[in-house]
């Protein structure tokens, strides 16, 4: 088994996506975005996995969506079989949704917030609690945020509160991990196949 085939196979079916169905301000996730519109995308190559050949300051499980190369990169030993790791990929894949979206620049407490809520929903979905920090061995203050909202979604609300957003939006730009003023660019998910390469190459001949 590949790693695409692996997460192509992951998002496609697993159950825990089928609870992935909110609003956060104007943004709308669900559960489509990743069976078909992420889990599509892999497949057929137009986003990429990419293992690191080192973990260097990328230790353990470690997961990031690059979205201007349309790619996922992960740790070396990477385990889509653990929760864990699952989880983390719910996270990533969120925003490989936002980027197949084409939503453009999103300020990053927000576009982070949405994904940290969508990797709530799924931790609540299969019973496992929220990721722990390695350093501190206690979920990060976004992560409890997240689970609050995500509960709520669980129990039936489809947009996520005012308080919600603010608590969630607060803890990403307090954590000193993100750049709380700046944004995430979304810029969709180009063609990469052979075919649009060479019209690119070739100049404009087809749409
Ligand atoms: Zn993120």
């Known amino acids: 088994m590949s790693d695409t ?6 998002l496609r ?35 990429r996995i ?28 990477f385990d889509l079989t653990k929760p864990a790791a699952q989880i983390l990929i719910v996270h990533e894949s969120t925003h490989a949704l936002q980027d197949f979206q084409n939503l453009g620049k999103i300020p990053v407490p927000d576009a982070e917030a949405i994904a940290y809520v969508a990797e709530a929903i799924f ?8 990721l722990v920090d390695p350093a501190t061995g206690a979920p990060h203050p976004i992560r409890v945020a997240a689970a609050n909202a995500a509960a ?12 919600m ?15 709380a003023k700046g944004f995430h660019d979304f810029d969709g998910i180009e063609d990469r196949s052979l075919g649009a390469t060479l019209r690119f190459v070739g100049g404009r001949m087809h749409d």
Not at 5 to 10: L, N, Q, R, S, V
Not at 53 to 71: K, R
Not at 152 to 163: I, L, S, T, W
């Open 5 to 10: 085939t692996d997460f192509a196979g992951f």
């Open 50 to 77: 990419n293992r690191r050949f080192s973990d260097l300051g990328f230790a353990g499980t470690g997961a990031a969506y690059i979205m201007d190369s349309d790619q996922y990169s992960l740790s070396k030993g």
């Open 123 to 130: 931790a609540l979905a299969i019973g496992r609690p929220p």
């Open 152 to 163: 709520a979604v669980m129990a039936g609300a489809y947009e996520v509160g005012q308080a």
């Open 165 to 179: 957003v603010a608590a969630v939006r607060t803890a990403v730009a307090h954590s000193g991990h993100y750049d």
């Open 13 to 47: 079916t697993h159950p825990g996506f089928g609870r992935i169905n909110f609003k956060y301000l104007t943004y709308q996730v669900y559960p489509q975005g990743y069976a078909k519109d992420v889990a599509g995308c892999v497949a057929a190559g137009r986003i």
